[in-house]
């Protein structure tokens, strides 16, 4: 007899460890599945960023060309000239 109680024990154990496993395994798929989420959201928004970050360039970039330097020149006189 004692050693059907020990086999169910054992039974009740195993059991026990394996209903664990699976709860644990389940939550970490869910974790995995909301970081998966997260980063891409994290690559999305880094994304729009550079977008930003090139169209900020371009303008710091177009406003120093010589081109718009004398854009710049001209409309200044003109305004110089209304002014007169």
């Known amino acids: ?3 059907w ?3 169910a024990i054992v039974a009740i154990a195993v059991w026990g460890v ?11 798929n869910q974790s995995d599945s909301a ?15 550079r977008q930003r970050v090139q169209v900020l360039e371009r303008i710091v970039t177009d ?8 854009i710049k020149e001209i409309s200044e006189e003109i305004e110089n000239l209304r002014d007169n």
Not at 18 to 25: A, Q, S, T, V
Not at 63 to 70: D, F, G, H, Q, V
């Open 18 to 28: 394996l209903r664990f496993n699976r709860d644990h395994n389940a939550n970490r």
């Open 35 to 49: 970081d998966r989420q997260a980063l891409q959201e994290a690559e999305r928004e880094r994304d729009e960023l």
């Open 1 to 3: 007899m004692q050693g």
């Open 63 to 70: 406003a120093n060309t010589p081109e718009s330097r004398k």
């Open 5 to 7: 109680v020990i086999i």
